[in-house]
Protein backbone atom coordinates (compact mmCIF):
# COMPACT_ATOMS: atom_id res chain seq x y z
CA UNK A 1 0.00 0.00 0.00
CA UNK A 2 2.72 2.31 1.30
CA UNK A 3 5.81 2.73 -0.71
CA UNK A 4 7.65 4.86 1.50
CA UNK A 5 7.44 7.54 4.76
CA UNK A 6 9.73 9.78 5.67
CA UNK A 7 9.58 13.15 7.96
CA UNK A 8 11.07 16.56 6.44
CA UNK A 9 12.57 19.11 8.19
CA UNK A 10 11.18 22.69 7.11
CA UNK A 11 14.70 22.90 4.89
CA UNK A 12 13.70 19.53 3.33
CA UNK A 13 16.26 17.51 5.17
CA UNK A 14 15.56 14.00 5.64
CA UNK A 15 14.83 13.33 9.44
CA UNK A 16 12.91 9.61 9.70
CA UNK A 17 12.56 7.66 6.39
CA UNK A 18 11.55 4.00 6.25
CA UNK A 19 11.57 2.14 2.96
CA UNK A 20 8.84 -0.60 2.66
CA UNK A 21 7.90 -1.60 -0.65
CA UNK A 22 11.59 -0.47 -2.86
CA UNK A 23 9.56 0.43 -5.61
CA UNK A 24 9.94 4.30 -5.13
CA UNK A 25 13.61 6.09 -5.67
CA UNK A 26 15.61 6.88 -3.08
CA UNK A 27 15.63 10.42 -4.48
CA UNK A 28 11.84 10.62 -3.58
CA UNK A 29 12.29 12.97 -0.32
CA UNK A 30 14.15 15.59 -2.99
CA UNK A 31 11.72 15.07 -5.78
CA UNK A 32 8.87 15.50 -3.73
CA UNK A 33 10.23 19.02 -1.41
CA UNK A 34 11.31 20.73 -4.76
CA UNK A 35 7.85 19.98 -6.37
CA UNK A 36 6.40 21.57 -2.99
CA UNK A 37 8.71 24.41 -2.44
CA UNK A 38 8.26 25.30 -6.05
CA UNK A 39 4.65 24.78 -6.73
CA UNK A 40 3.10 28.10 -6.58
CA UNK A 41 0.34 27.92 -9.32
CA UNK A 42 -1.92 30.95 -8.76
CA UNK A 43 -0.13 31.71 -5.43
CA UNK A 44 -1.43 28.79 -4.23
CA UNK A 45 0.33 25.81 -2.30
CA UNK A 46 0.68 22.54 -3.24
CA UNK A 47 -2.42 20.11 -2.47
CA UNK A 48 -1.90 17.66 -0.14
CA UNK A 49 -1.77 14.81 -2.70
CA UNK A 50 -0.21 14.98 -6.06
CA UNK A 51 1.75 12.72 -8.52
CA UNK A 52 5.11 12.72 -10.12
CA UNK A 53 6.48 10.42 -12.38
CA UNK A 54 3.97 7.46 -12.09
CA UNK A 55 4.56 8.29 -7.80
CA UNK A 56 1.80 9.51 -5.86
CA UNK A 57 2.87 12.01 -2.69
CA UNK A 58 0.54 12.46 0.79
CA UNK A 59 1.82 14.72 3.08
CA UNK A 60 0.65 16.55 5.92
CA UNK A 61 2.39 19.07 8.02
CA UNK A 62 2.15 19.73 11.29
CA UNK A 63 4.76 21.32 14.15
CA UNK A 64 6.49 22.55 11.41
CA UNK A 65 7.54 19.57 9.57
CA UNK A 66 6.66 17.60 7.01
CA UNK A 67 4.94 13.71 7.30
CA UNK A 68 5.05 12.21 3.72
CA UNK A 69 3.67 9.23 2.20
CA UNK A 70 4.81 7.73 -1.57
CA UNK A 71 2.97 5.10 -2.97
CA UNK A 72 2.06 3.34 -7.01
CA UNK A 73 -1.14 2.26 -6.08
CA UNK A 74 -4.26 3.09 -6.41
CA UNK A 75 -4.80 3.82 -3.20
CA UNK A 76 -7.44 5.65 -0.87
CA UNK A 77 -5.60 9.55 -0.07
CA UNK A 78 -8.39 10.29 2.52
CA UNK A 79 -7.29 6.76 4.41
CA UNK A 80 -3.17 7.34 4.01
CA UNK A 81 -3.84 11.76 5.22
CA UNK A 82 -5.85 10.08 8.21
CA UNK A 83 -2.89 7.86 8.43
CA UNK A 84 -0.14 10.37 8.62
CA UNK A 85 -2.18 12.61 10.78
CA UNK A 86 -2.74 9.40 13.64
CA UNK A 87 1.45 8.97 13.58
CA UNK A 88 1.44 12.94 14.21
CA UNK A 89 -0.79 12.61 17.10
CA UNK A 90 1.24 9.45 18.28
CA UNK A 91 4.90 11.63 18.37
CA UNK A 92 3.16 13.94 20.56
CA UNK A 93 1.63 11.47 22.89
CA UNK A 94 5.23 10.09 23.50
CA UNK A 95 7.51 13.09 22.54
CA UNK A 96 5.25 15.75 24.31
CA UNK A 97 4.68 17.54 21.13
CA UNK A 98 5.59 17.38 17.53
CA UNK A 99 8.81 19.52 15.96
CA UNK A 100 11.99 18.81 14.74
CA UNK A 101 13.91 18.34 17.73
CA UNK A 102 11.80 16.56 19.09
CA UNK A 103 12.23 13.98 16.01
CA UNK A 104 15.64 14.26 15.91
CA UNK A 105 16.40 13.58 19.62
CA UNK A 106 13.39 10.51 20.12
CA UNK A 107 14.87 9.14 16.17
CA UNK A 108 15.29 5.82 18.05
CA UNK A 109 12.00 5.92 19.73
CA UNK A 110 10.03 6.82 16.62
CA UNK A 111 11.83 3.93 14.79
CA UNK A 112 10.30 1.50 16.83
CA UNK A 113 7.06 3.07 17.04
CA UNK A 114 6.99 3.10 12.92
CA UNK A 115 7.75 -0.33 13.11
CA UNK A 116 4.55 -1.15 14.89
CA UNK A 117 2.57 1.36 13.28
CA UNK A 118 3.20 0.14 9.61
CA UNK A 119 3.92 -2.79 8.56
CA UNK A 120 4.91 -3.95 4.72
CA UNK A 121 3.31 -0.70 3.43
CA UNK A 122 -0.07 -1.52 5.66
CA UNK A 123 -1.41 0.04 8.63
CA UNK A 124 -1.34 -2.51 11.74
CA UNK A 125 -2.37 -0.17 15.00
CA UNK A 126 -2.49 3.57 15.69
CA UNK A 127 -3.83 3.61 19.21
CA UNK A 128 -1.52 5.14 21.54
CA UNK A 129 -2.59 3.15 24.35
CA UNK A 130 -1.91 -0.10 22.68
CA UNK A 131 1.45 1.08 21.31
CA UNK A 132 2.44 1.25 25.25
CA UNK A 133 2.96 -2.64 25.30
CA UNK A 134 5.20 -2.90 22.83
CA UNK A 135 7.48 0.11 22.85
CA UNK A 136 10.58 0.30 25.35
CA UNK A 137 12.43 3.05 24.61
CA UNK A 138 11.87 6.34 27.05
CA UNK A 139 11.26 9.48 25.45
CA UNK A 140 13.60 12.78 25.57
CA UNK A 141 10.42 15.08 26.82
CA UNK A 142 11.10 18.56 25.50
CA UNK A 143 10.88 21.59 27.49
CA UNK A 144 7.99 24.49 26.50
CA UNK A 145 10.14 27.72 25.61
CA UNK A 146 6.92 29.80 25.19
CA UNK A 147 6.01 31.60 27.83
CA UNK A 148 3.96 29.30 30.14
CA UNK A 149 0.52 29.67 28.44
CA UNK A 150 -1.65 26.93 28.28
CA UNK A 151 -2.33 27.98 24.53
CA UNK A 152 1.88 28.13 23.70
CA UNK A 153 2.16 25.48 21.64
CA UNK A 154 -1.42 25.66 20.25
CA UNK A 155 -1.30 26.03 16.69
CA UNK A 156 -2.97 23.53 13.90
CA UNK A 157 -3.44 21.26 16.95
CA UNK A 158 -5.78 21.18 19.98
CA UNK A 159 -3.23 21.47 22.91
CA UNK A 160 -0.16 22.78 24.34
CA UNK A 161 0.58 19.68 26.85
CA UNK A 162 4.36 19.48 26.63
CA UNK A 163 4.45 15.96 28.66
CA UNK A 164 4.99 12.54 27.16
CA UNK A 165 2.21 9.74 27.86
CA UNK A 166 5.11 7.54 29.10
CA UNK A 167 6.11 9.81 31.68
CA UNK A 168 3.88 11.69 34.31
CA UNK A 169 6.14 12.65 37.15
CA UNK A 170 7.56 16.01 38.15
CA UNK A 171 10.81 17.66 38.38
CA UNK A 172 10.82 16.55 41.84
CA UNK A 173 9.84 13.22 41.10
CA UNK A 174 6.42 13.09 42.87
CA UNK A 175 3.46 12.04 40.77
CA UNK A 176 1.09 15.25 39.48
CA UNK A 177 -1.74 13.98 38.39
CA UNK A 178 -3.67 16.24 35.91
CA UNK A 179 -6.41 15.99 32.85
CA UNK A 180 -6.98 18.31 30.08
CA UNK A 181 -10.40 18.61 28.44
CA UNK A 182 -10.14 21.15 25.58
CA UNK A 183 -13.26 22.36 23.06
CA UNK A 184 -11.46 23.09 20.18
CA UNK A 185 -13.54 24.74 17.39
CA UNK A 186 -12.91 25.16 13.71
CA UNK A 187 -14.65 27.88 12.10
CA UNK A 188 -15.64 28.41 8.17
CA UNK A 189 -17.48 31.83 7.71
CA UNK A 190 -18.03 33.65 4.17
CA UNK A 191 -19.24 37.61 4.61
CA UNK A 192 -20.99 39.98 1.85
CA UNK A 193 -19.15 42.90 0.75
CA UNK A 194 -22.17 44.79 2.78
CA UNK A 195 -20.15 42.62 5.33
CA UNK A 196 -23.48 40.29 6.36
CA UNK A 197 -22.72 36.65 6.82
CA UNK A 198 -23.77 34.23 3.95
CA UNK A 199 -22.47 30.78 4.80
CA UNK A 200 -21.11 29.38 8.36
CA UNK A 201 -20.10 26.04 9.72
CA UNK A 202 -17.94 25.35 13.08
CA UNK A 203 -16.44 21.86 13.30
CA UNK A 204 -15.75 21.06 16.58
CA UNK A 205 -14.21 18.47 18.91
CA UNK A 206 -13.60 17.93 22.39
CA UNK A 207 -10.65 16.78 23.00
CA UNK A 208 -9.36 14.62 26.27
CA UNK A 209 -5.17 13.92 27.10
CA UNK A 210 -5.66 12.04 30.75
CA UNK A 211 -2.44 11.98 33.03
CA UNK A 212 -4.66 9.95 35.96
CA UNK A 213 -2.81 7.34 37.52
CA UNK A 214 -5.11 4.16 37.59
CA UNK A 215 -7.23 5.21 34.68
CA UNK A 216 -10.11 6.24 36.19
CA UNK A 217 -13.25 7.05 34.94
CA UNK A 218 -14.60 10.51 34.62
CA UNK A 219 -17.83 12.75 33.64
CA UNK A 220 -18.21 15.51 31.35
CA UNK A 221 -21.24 17.88 31.76
CA UNK A 222 -22.00 19.72 28.67
CA UNK A 223 -24.70 22.54 28.68
CA UNK A 224 -28.30 22.05 29.72
CA UNK A 225 -29.87 23.66 26.94
CA UNK A 226 -27.82 21.92 24.27
CA UNK A 227 -29.76 20.70 21.15
CA UNK A 228 -28.58 17.97 18.65
CA UNK A 229 -30.11 18.00 15.20
CA UNK A 230 -32.22 19.80 13.17
CA UNK A 231 -35.95 21.23 13.91
CA UNK A 232 -38.21 22.31 11.86
CA UNK A 233 -38.39 26.04 11.89
CA UNK A 234 -36.40 28.68 11.51
CA UNK A 235 -32.88 28.45 11.90
CA UNK A 236 -33.00 31.82 14.27
CA UNK A 237 -36.12 30.93 16.11
CA UNK A 238 -34.30 29.35 19.09
CA UNK A 239 -37.30 29.42 21.14
CA UNK A 240 -39.17 27.41 18.73
CA UNK A 241 -37.17 24.73 20.09
CA UNK A 242 -38.40 24.94 23.62
CA UNK A 243 -34.86 26.14 24.80
CA UNK A 244 -34.89 29.67 24.74
CA UNK A 245 -32.25 31.86 23.15
CA UNK A 246 -29.55 30.24 25.46
CA UNK A 247 -29.76 26.90 23.25
CA UNK A 248 -26.54 25.82 21.74
CA UNK A 249 -27.50 23.86 18.59
CA UNK A 250 -25.62 21.33 16.74
CA UNK A 251 -26.40 19.50 13.37
CA UNK A 252 -25.16 16.29 14.74
CA UNK A 253 -22.19 14.66 16.82
CA UNK A 254 -20.30 11.48 16.76
CA UNK A 255 -18.61 9.82 20.32
CA UNK A 256 -15.34 7.84 21.38
CA UNK A 257 -16.12 4.12 21.92
CA UNK A 258 -15.31 4.55 25.35
CA UNK A 259 -18.17 6.97 26.28
CA UNK A 260 -21.36 5.82 27.78
CA UNK A 261 -24.28 7.33 27.02
CA UNK A 262 -26.43 6.52 29.34
CA UNK A 263 -27.27 9.70 30.65
CA UNK A 264 -26.59 11.94 27.75
CA UNK A 265 -30.27 12.16 26.41
CA UNK A 266 -31.43 13.34 30.05
CA UNK A 267 -28.41 15.28 31.85
CA UNK A 268 -26.04 15.75 28.80
CA UNK A 269 -23.03 14.02 30.72
CA UNK A 270 -20.42 11.91 29.25
CA UNK A 271 -18.94 9.70 31.19
CA UNK A 272 -16.01 7.63 29.82
CA UNK A 273 -12.86 5.77 30.95
CA UNK A 274 -10.23 7.98 28.96
CA UNK A 275 -7.70 5.63 26.72
CA UNK A 276 -4.00 7.32 26.95
CA UNK A 277 -3.09 9.51 24.35
CA UNK A 278 -4.74 12.80 23.14
CA UNK A 279 -8.50 11.64 22.07
CA UNK A 280 -11.52 13.23 20.60
CA UNK A 281 -14.48 12.17 23.20
CA UNK A 282 -17.07 13.93 20.59
CA UNK A 283 -16.72 15.81 17.60
CA UNK A 284 -19.62 17.78 16.45
CA UNK A 285 -20.77 20.15 13.32
CA UNK A 286 -22.59 23.10 12.94
CA UNK A 287 -24.08 25.31 10.46
CA UNK A 288 -26.70 27.73 12.54
CA UNK A 289 -25.61 31.44 12.81
CA UNK A 290 -23.17 32.33 15.56
CA UNK A 291 -21.55 35.52 16.43
CA UNK A 292 -17.99 35.73 13.95
CA UNK A 293 -15.32 36.85 16.10
CA UNK A 294 -14.28 39.09 13.58
CA UNK A 295 -15.98 42.14 11.40
CA UNK A 296 -13.80 43.58 8.34
CA UNK A 297 -15.07 46.40 6.45
CA UNK A 298 -13.33 47.52 3.16
CA UNK A 299 -13.14 50.84 1.42
CA UNK A 300 -11.57 51.26 -2.04
CA UNK A 301 -10.71 55.06 -3.15
CA UNK A 302 -9.15 57.20 -6.19
CA UNK A 303 -6.41 58.72 -5.05
CA UNK A 304 -6.81 62.87 -4.97
CA UNK A 305 -3.49 63.54 -6.89
CA UNK A 306 -3.45 60.56 -9.68
CA UNK A 307 -5.35 58.44 -11.21
CA UNK A 308 -2.61 55.74 -10.94
CA UNK A 309 -3.02 55.40 -7.50
CA UNK A 310 -6.01 53.91 -5.23
CA UNK A 311 -6.21 54.00 -1.25
CA UNK A 312 -7.16 50.70 0.39
CA UNK A 313 -8.40 50.94 3.54
CA UNK A 314 -9.19 47.62 6.25
CA UNK A 315 -11.41 48.02 9.14
CA UNK A 316 -11.10 44.94 11.35
CA UNK A 317 -12.97 44.80 14.37
CA UNK A 318 -12.94 41.74 16.79
CA UNK A 319 -15.96 41.06 18.26
CA UNK A 320 -14.64 38.94 21.66
CA UNK A 321 -14.25 41.30 25.12
CA UNK A 322 -11.25 43.08 26.15
CA UNK A 323 -10.83 39.83 28.42
CA UNK A 324 -9.62 37.95 25.14
CA UNK A 325 -7.25 38.21 22.56
CA UNK A 326 -6.38 36.40 18.83
CA UNK A 327 -2.76 35.06 18.31
CA UNK A 328 -1.17 34.55 14.49
CA UNK A 329 -3.79 37.02 13.02
CA UNK A 330 -3.05 36.52 9.58
CA UNK A 331 -4.84 39.03 7.35
CA UNK A 332 -4.48 37.99 3.16
CA UNK A 333 -6.00 40.36 0.38
CA UNK A 334 -5.17 39.31 -3.02
CA UNK A 335 -4.84 42.08 -5.86
CA UNK A 336 -5.73 42.75 -9.08
CA UNK A 337 -3.00 42.24 -11.60
CA UNK A 338 -3.26 45.48 -12.70
CA UNK A 339 -1.88 46.56 -9.28
CA UNK A 340 1.72 46.67 -9.36
CA UNK A 341 3.09 47.56 -5.75
CA UNK A 342 1.78 48.70 -2.82
CA UNK A 343 2.91 50.51 0.22
CA UNK A 344 1.48 50.09 4.07
CA UNK A 345 1.53 51.86 6.72
CA UNK A 346 3.45 50.45 10.02
CA UNK A 347 1.58 50.03 12.51
CA UNK A 348 3.63 50.64 16.13
CA UNK A 349 2.80 47.78 18.91
CA UNK A 350 1.13 48.69 21.73
CA UNK A 351 -1.25 47.54 25.12
CA UNK A 352 -3.98 45.96 22.76
CA UNK A 353 -1.89 45.34 19.55
CA UNK A 354 1.27 43.46 19.39
CA UNK A 355 4.07 43.50 16.71
CA UNK A 356 2.51 43.44 13.46
CA UNK A 357 4.50 43.14 9.50
CA UNK A 358 2.93 43.35 6.17
CA UNK A 359 4.27 41.92 2.95
CA UNK A 360 4.01 42.07 -0.53
CA UNK A 361 4.06 38.79 -2.48
CA UNK A 362 4.91 40.41 -5.74
CA UNK A 363 4.79 37.01 -7.33
CA UNK A 364 1.72 35.54 -5.92
CA UNK A 365 0.26 38.92 -6.55
CA UNK A 366 -1.26 39.39 -2.75
CA UNK A 367 -0.64 41.08 0.26
CA UNK A 368 -0.26 39.34 3.63
CA UNK A 369 -0.52 41.02 7.19
CA UNK A 370 0.47 39.66 10.31
CA UNK A 371 -0.15 40.22 13.79
CA UNK A 372 1.50 38.21 16.74
CA UNK A 373 -1.55 39.16 18.86
CA UNK A 374 -4.55 41.49 18.79
CA UNK A 375 -6.85 41.92 22.26
CA UNK A 376 -10.69 42.44 21.69
CA UNK A 377 -12.23 45.29 22.14
CA UNK A 378 -9.93 47.23 19.87
CA UNK A 379 -10.30 47.88 15.94
CA UNK A 380 -7.61 48.16 13.48
CA UNK A 381 -7.20 50.11 10.47
CA UNK A 382 -4.83 48.88 7.68
CA UNK A 383 -3.81 51.49 5.10
CA UNK A 384 -2.53 50.67 1.96
CA UNK A 385 -1.40 53.02 -1.10
CA UNK A 386 -1.58 50.77 -4.27
CA UNK A 387 0.61 51.65 -7.80
CA UNK A 388 -1.62 50.58 -10.59
CA UNK A 389 -0.98 50.30 -14.42
CA UNK A 390 -3.91 51.91 -15.42
CA UNK A 391 -6.62 54.55 -14.14
CA UNK A 392 -8.97 52.55 -11.15
CA UNK A 393 -12.44 51.68 -11.96
CA UNK A 394 -14.78 49.53 -11.22
CA UNK A 395 -13.35 46.39 -13.02
CA UNK A 396 -9.97 47.14 -10.69
CA UNK A 397 -12.54 47.50 -7.62
CA UNK A 398 -13.94 44.26 -7.58
CA UNK A 399 -10.33 42.21 -7.94
CA UNK A 400 -9.36 43.59 -4.64
CA UNK A 401 -10.27 40.45 -2.34
CA UNK A 402 -12.03 38.41 -1.46
CA UNK A 403 -10.16 38.74 1.84
CA UNK A 404 -8.95 36.01 4.04
CA UNK A 405 -8.07 35.70 7.96
CA UNK A 406 -6.14 33.03 9.40
CA UNK A 407 -6.26 33.18 13.52
CA UNK A 408 -6.33 31.48 17.20
CA UNK A 409 -8.75 32.77 19.68
CA UNK A 410 -7.54 31.19 22.92
CA UNK A 411 -10.78 30.50 26.01
CA UNK A 412 -13.55 31.88 22.86
CA UNK A 413 -16.39 29.04 21.68
CA UNK A 414 -18.11 30.40 18.75
CA UNK A 415 -20.64 27.73 19.44
CA UNK A 416 -20.98 28.61 23.15
CA UNK A 417 -20.62 24.80 23.70
CA UNK A 418 -19.33 24.43 27.83
CA UNK A 419 -18.60 21.92 30.26
CA UNK A 420 -20.53 22.83 33.04
CA UNK A 421 -17.82 20.56 34.75
CA UNK A 422 -15.35 17.61 35.04
CA UNK A 423 -15.81 14.77 37.64
CA UNK A 424 -13.38 12.33 38.39
CA UNK A 425 -14.98 8.97 39.34
CA UNK A 426 -12.29 7.99 41.79
CA UNK A 427 -11.83 9.24 45.96
CA UNK A 428 -8.41 11.06 45.84
CA UNK A 429 -8.04 11.21 49.56
CA UNK A 430 -3.88 12.47 49.31
CA UNK A 431 -3.61 14.47 46.20
CA UNK A 432 -6.50 16.49 44.50
CA UNK A 433 -5.83 16.29 40.52
CA UNK A 434 -5.29 19.13 38.40
CA UNK A 435 -8.63 20.05 35.94
CA UNK A 436 -7.95 22.39 33.18
CA UNK A 437 -11.00 22.83 30.73
CA UNK A 438 -9.61 24.96 27.56
CA UNK A 439 -11.67 26.68 25.02
CA UNK A 440 -10.25 27.53 21.54
CA UNK A 441 -11.27 28.61 18.16
CA UNK A 442 -9.48 28.37 14.95
CA UNK A 443 -10.00 29.75 11.76
CA UNK A 444 -10.53 27.24 8.89
CA UNK A 445 -11.90 29.49 6.27
CA UNK A 446 -12.57 32.76 6.91
CA UNK A 447 -13.70 34.96 3.53
CA UNK A 448 -14.66 38.32 3.55
CA UNK A 449 -15.78 39.37 -0.23
CA UNK A 450 -15.20 42.99 -1.41
Request: aromatic share 10%; glycine share 8%.
Amino acid sequence: MISQFFILSPRGDTIITRDYLGNVPKTSSEVFFRKVSFWDKGGRDAPPVFSVDGVSYLYVKDGGVLLVATTRENVSPSLVLELLKRIGGIIKDYCGLLSEEAVRKNFVLLYELLDEVIDYGYPQNSSSEALKEFILNEPTVLKSRGSGSLFSGVGKGPTGVIKSILDTSRTDGKVREEIFVDIVEKISCTFSSSGALQNSQIDGAIQVKSYLTGNPAIAIALNDSLVIGRREGSQNDYGGYGRGMDAVMLDDCNFHQSVSLDRFETERLLELVPPDGEFAVMNYRSTYPFKPPFRVQTVVEDDANTALKANISIRISPEFGSDKAASGLEVVVPMPREVQRVSCDNLKPSQTLGPASWDWQERAHKLVWKFKRVQGGADITLKVRATLSEALGAGIKRGVGPINLQFTVPMYCASRLQVRYLQILKDHKSNQPYRWVRYVTLSNSYVIRT
